[in-house]
């Protein structure tokens, strides 16, 4: 079993459409979660963060968390076609010194 | 505030040899760690140092090694280059590496192996 999971996708909305993206992870001591946007090419960049169970809402992009079912999601709202892009899902645990990254999802807008 | 950097860009090199890659973190963050991604494995953790000190290494054989400096840099080396090493090598910095801390990328080395 792989410590963070993701859909690889690829993950096609309509451009406004919401896209909803989601994540598992197996180490139930993990702590602290993110969302990384990376465009093809580029170095991840963090768009996202979550510590607490329950909703981060920053603009048009909303965290979720729950770590009773081990899942965390990130929802876009409104999305552009400068959305497309791979997210990538990653896990913290306490003292591990390390962050573990899913293989990340690819989402395209279509305008 | 510059960003982290990373170099060479580019390296091709080819089996047998060994490579050094270098990364200089935002000024102030003293947590450095490496990422090999590929596009079938995604990014896989080498190693994380703070203080000069290896505090986790991921997976990987041997072959892959760094080490940091007193001014935060830092540096990997991988031994005997295979195909397979072929990746992109990402390098990324926080400030001390804490738990809730976020990571900041450097734009990465392109490692070809032939």
């Known amino acids: 079993q792989k410590e963070v999971e993701q859909n690889s996708g690829p993950l096609s909305v309509p451009e406004g459409a919401i896209a909803s993206l989601n994540c598992t992870y197996s180490?139930?001591?993990?702590?602290?979660f993110f969302w990384y946007r990376q465009y093809s090419g580029k170095s991840p960049e963090l768009i996202m963060f979550i510590y607490s169970n329950g909703d981060k809402e920053d603009g048009r992009f909303t965290a979720q968390l729950n770590k009773a079912s081990q899942y965390v999601s990130l929802l876009i709202r409104d999305s552009q076609p400068s959305d497309s892009a791979t997210y990538l899902c990653a896990v913290r645990n306490t003292g591990g010194f390390k962050t573990i990254f899913g293989a990340g999802t690819r989402l395209f807008v279509k305008a | 505030k510059a960003g982290v950097t990373q170099t060479p860009r580019y390296l091709i090199k080819t089996r047998g040899q060994q490579v050094t890659l270098s990364c200089s973190p935002i000024?102030?963050?003293?947590?450095v760690s490496w990422y090999q991604q590929t596009p079938g494995q995604g990014l896989q953790f080498l190693f994380e140092y703070f203080s000069e000190t290896q505090r986790n290494k991921g997976n990987f054989p041997g072959r892959f090694s760094g080490r940091q400096f007193s001014n935060s840099r830092s540096e990997m080396n991988v031994s005997t280059l295979e195909l397979g090493d072929s990746a992109l090598y990402l390098c990324?910095?926080?400030?001390?590496?804490?738990?809730?801390?976020?990571?900041?990328f450097g734009s990465g080395t392109q490692l070809s192996v032939l």
């Open positions: 990324a910095s926080s400030l001390a590496g804490t738990t809730n801390e976020k990571l900041f």
């Open positions: 180490d139930r001591g993990s702590q602290s």
């Open positions: 000024s102030g963050h003293r947590s």
